[in-house]
């Protein structure tokens, strides 16, 4: 019986979903490409493998994993 319970707690737990990680991407600029330019310093906030926002400036984001990219420029969905 226990070994049955195991097994049940097993694969309820496996079909649960994952909780999204979240990041905060901090860019020294970032690349529009629809406008084919550089538009400034941002913040990328990513949860799980999708991107959720551009927000201008660098912004801390409650409970995200910050990540400064600020030498850098980002291109999101690359």
Not at 4 to 11: E, K, N, V, Y
């Amino acid at each position: 019986m226990t070994l049955r319970f195991s097994l049940l707690a097993l694969a309820l737990a496996a079909a649960l979903p994952a909780h999204a990680v979240t990041t905060a991407l901090h860019c020294g600029d970032l690349f529009d490409a629809k406008a084919g330019r550089l538009v400034g310093a941002h913040t990328i906030v990513v949860e799980g493998d999708r991107v959720k926002s551009l927000q201008p400036g660098k912004v801390e984001v409650p409970g995200a994993t910050a990540i400064d990219l600020a030498g850098h420029t980002c291109s999101p969905g690359w």
